[in-house]
């Protein structure tokens, strides 16, 4: 696994603690991607057809990050997307050096702020 992507599930994990359940990374485009951390919970409930779909989800939030930091330019590089779902929250981190990541966190939204945190830091 890349040193980066290493530094950044250490630094998730110090963050958000018991509230990572995975952190998967690659070019989900050409659906190549593997997991730098799975919990016993972070696939529960997914079958295989909705794990491909999740993957072909975030590969189109790569493709629309382009698109989203033109139009919000006076922003800065769009870095990270955040889904927020009952029992569980997402990010997308964009926009570094390393290839395209996806971290599953529970439903715990208090834990966004500092995994954004813990990946500009081990990324940025």
Same mark, same amino acid.
Not at 30 to 43: C, I
Not at 62 to 86: I, M, N, Q
Not at 96 to 116: C, H, I, K, Q, R
């Given at each position: 696994?890349?040193?980066?992507?290493?530094?950044?599930?250490?630094?998730?994990?110090?963050? *958000?603690?018991?509230?990572?359940?995975?952190?998967?990374?690659?070019?989900?485009?050409?659906?190549?991607?593997? *997991?730098?951390?799975?919990?016993?919970?972070?696939?529960?409930?997914?079958?295989?057809?909705?794990?491909?779909?999740?993957?072909?989800?975030?590969?189109?939030?790569?493709?629309?990050?382009?698109?989203?930091?033109?139009?919000?330019?006076?922003?800065?590089?769009?870095?990270?997307?955040?889904?927020?779902?009952?029992?569980?929250?997402? *990010?997308?981190?964009?926009?570094?050096?390393?290839?395209? *990541?996806?971290?599953?966190?529970?439903?715990?939204?208090?834990?966004?702020?500092?995994?954004?945190?813990?990946?500009?830091?081990?990324?940025?």
């Amino acid at each position: 696994m890349d040193s980066e992507i290493e530094r950044l599930v250490a630094a998730l994990q110090d963050a *958000v603690g018991d509230g990572l359940r995975g952190v998967f990374y690659g070019e989900f485009r050409e659906r190549d991607y593997a *997991v730098a951390y799975a919990s016993e919970a972070a696939l529960d409930g997914y079958s295989a057809d909705q794990i491909g779909d999740v993957v072909d989800d975030v590969a189109l939030e790569k493709l629309h990050s382009d698109r989203k930091s033109e139009l919000h330019e006076p922003l800065g590089e769009y870095t990270a997307s955040v889904e927020v779902f009952e029992d569980g929250v997402n *990010v997308v981190v964009l926009e570094y050096d390393v290839p395209t *990541v996806f971290v599953e966190m529970d439903g715990d939204v208090t834990n966004v702020s500092p995994a954004l945190e813990a990946g500009r830091d081990a990324l940025g």
